[in-house]
Nanobody
């Protein structure tokens, strides 16, 4: 069963968005989780990762200091707080069980434009 990502939309440069992901079909709290993205014409790109209890997070250099990944295992939900958005952040964003995007859903579109 694919996860359901939501929260995307149109944002201005410098703006913020918060993405959510509700996975199903596996024990969410037992898996590291990741956000990945795919810009038009490009491959899957790892964005951020989080360990099972949320105590450790990891970020790609191009989002470090701007994005924050978090999770609420009680609510079976993964989040991505996106601040200081840039036009180059425009992409389809997915949550996944691996950095390569395995187990991702349909994604949620993020467009950053003035």
């Amino acid at each position: 069963v694919q996860p359901v990502e939501s929260g995307g939309g149109l944002a201005q440069p410098g703006g913020s968005l918060t993405l959510s992901c509700v996975p199903s079909g596996f024990p969410f709290g037992e898996y590291w989780m990741y956000w990945v993205r795919q810009a038009p014409g490009k491959g899957i790109e790892w964005v951020a990762g989080i360990n099972t209890d949320g105590s450790a997070t990891y970020y790609a250099d191009f989002v470090k200091g701007r994005f924050t990944i978090s999770r609420d295992n009680a609510k079976n939900t993964l989040y991505l707080q996106m601040d200081s958005l840039k036009p180059e952040d425009t992409a389809l964003y997915y949550c996944a069980r691996t950095r390569q995007g395995v187990g991702r859903g349909q994604g949620t579109q993020v467009t950053v434009s003035s």
